[in-house]
C-alpha cells in the first residue's frame, strides 16, 4: 500500500528556503506590492523552494489579510428571455463581468457570481445572503432592489465592504455607490444637438421614470434653454418593447416636425430609429437620434446609433478596485463616485470635431480620469 502522499505547506517551503512562512506567503501571493518589498535573491529563492517542493498555492487562503477569503461575492442581474432588451442586457452586464474579472485577476482574487431577478423574492434574497453571510471578503451588487438594499445595509454596518454599481435611487445611497453622471448625459446630449444646429427637439421617454432617466431629462431641459429651444415630450406606455415603441414614434414624426431627438434608455433609442424610418426619415440626415446605453445595438442594414453611455467594463474594474481597497484598509465605507459619461458615435447623428477625445471634450478617458466624488447637496 502506498504512503499518503505529504502535503506540501507554506511552512515546509519556509523551512526549505530558510525564510519565514509570512515571507513565503507574500512572495509567492505574486501581488507586485508585497513582492517587491524583499530581495530578488530572496523572492528567486523561495519561488526555487516552492518549484522543487511541488507546492500548490491555495487560492481560498491568498491575496487578503490573514484569516480572510480570497473570495468576494458578484450580485448581477439575472438573464432575461430572448425580448426587448436581451441584447442590450447581455451585452452590458457580460462587459460588467468582464471588468471585474480582468481586476480581479490582477489582485488575485475570485468572484463567486450570483443573479438576482429586478425584484428578487424572499427567497432570491435568502439565496444572495447565504453567499454574502458565508465567508466572501465583500460584495459587488449591480442595481439591487429595496428588499436586497437592506441586507447589504445591514452587511455594511457589520464591516463588510460593499460596492453597489448603479443603484435604483442614488439618493438612497450616501456612500459605496458608482453611477454616472445621469444629468451630465442630458446636457451632452442637448449640447450635441445644438452643435448640430438641430432646432425641433423631441425627448422621448416612458410614462413612469426611474431617478437616473429624471436626471438625464432635467440635464436635457438645461441644455434646452440654454439653447433656446423648447422641446416637445412624447411619452411611451409602461411595458413596451422597441418596435412598438417605433409605432407610436412613426405617429408623432408624422404630425409634427423634429428634427433632434433624445432618447433616455435603450428601448426608446431603438425605438426612435425604427420610427422615424417607418415615417419615411432618414436618421443622421433628416433627423439626428442621440440614445442612452444604446452603443452596443447592432442590425444589419439599419444605422448603428450615437449613443451617451459608460464603459461598463471600466465599471467593473473601477468596482474591484474600490472593493479590494475597502477589505485592504477595513474601511468598508467610500465615497460616492460618478461617471463622467462618453460619446460613442454612430450614424444617427454625427458628432461635430469639437466634441472628438483629440479636441479636449468628452474624451472616453480611462475610468480614474472620469471620476469626481459625489458630495452631498450636488
Known amino acids: 500500500m502506498k504512503e499518503p502522499l505529504k502535503r506540501i505547506t507554506i511552512k515546509t517551503v519556509a523551512e526549505h528556503a530558510g525564510v519565514s512562512p509570512a515571507t513565503v506567503s507574500l512572495v509567492l501571493s505574486e501581488r507586485p506590492g508585497w513582492v517587491e518589498q524583499f530581495h530578488p535573491d530572496t523572492v528567486k529563492k523561495v519561488r526555487a523552494a516552492a518549484e522543487k ?37 447581455w451585452g ?10 480582468a481586476g480581479a485577476e490582477q489582485h488575485g482574487v475570485h ?32 442595481t439591487p432592489g429595496a428588499v436586497l438594499e437592506d441586507l447589504l445595509w ?57 431617478e437616473a432617466h429624471k436626471l438625464r431629462v432635467d440635464g436635457f431641459t438645461q441644455a434646452a434653454r440654454q439653447a433656446g429651444v423648447r422641446p416637445a415630450t412624447l411619452r411611451l406606455p409602461m411595458g413596451i418593447d422597441e418596435h412598438e415603441a417605433a409605432v407610436l ?27 422615424g424610418m417607418r415615417a419615411g426619415l432618414t436618421p443622421g440626415d433628416d433627423y439626428d437620434v442621440i440614445g442612452c446605453d444604446a452603443s452596443l445595438w447592432r442590425t444589419p442594414g439599419l444605422p448603428r446609433i450615437t449613443s451617451i453611455d459608460i464603459s461598463w467594463r471600466e465599471v467593473g474594474m473601477l468596482a474591484i478596485e474600490k472593493l479590494f481597497k475597502a477589505a485592504q484598509t477595513r474601511e468598508p465605507s467610500f465615497k460616492n463616485v460618478l461617471l463622467k459619461p462618453r460619446i460613442v458615435e454612430g450614424d444617427s447623428c454625427l458628432v461635430p470635431a469639437k466634441f472628438h477625445p483629440d479636441q479636449h471634450e468628452n474624451p472616453p478617458a480611462p475610468a480614474e480620469l472620469q471620476l469626481r466624488p459625489h458630495l452631498e447637496g450636488e
Open 249 to 275: 414614434i412613426a405617429r408623432q414624426l408624422e404630425r409634427v416636425s423634429v428634427d433632434g431627438i433624445f432618447a433616455v434608455d435603450s428601448v426608446a433609442s431603438v425605438g426612435s430609429i425604427l420610427g
Open 154 to 210: 445591514a452587511r455594511l454596518q457589520l464591516g463588510h465592504p460593499i460596492v453597489v454599481v448603479f443603484p435604483t435611487e442614488m439618493t438612497a445611497w450616501p456612500s459605496n455607490i458608482i453611477d454616472v453622471d445621469n444629468v451630465a448625459v442630458g446636457q451632452i446630449a442637448g449640447k450635441l444637438l445644438a452643435a448640430r444646429k438641430r432646432r425641433q427637439w423631441m425627448l422621448v421617454r416612458f410614462q413612469q421614470m426611474s
Open 53 to 89: 517542493l511541488g507546492y500548490r498555492r491555495n487560492i481560498f487562503a491568498s491575496a487578503m489579510p490573514a484569516g480572510s477569503t480570497a473570495f468576494f461575492a458578484l450580485v448581477l442581474r439575472e438573464m432575461t428571455p430572448a425580448g426587448a432588451e436581451s441584447w442590450q442586457h
Open 111 to 142: 468572484p463567486i457570481v450570483v443573479t438576482a431577478p429586478a425584484d428578487p423574492s424572499d427567497a432570491d434574497v435568502t439565496k444572495i445572503a447565504n453567499v454574502i453571510e458565508g465567508g466572501v471578503f465583500g460584495s459587488i451588487v449591480r
Open 92 to 101: 452590458f452586464e457580460g462587459a460588467l463581468l468582464e471588468g471585474v474579472n
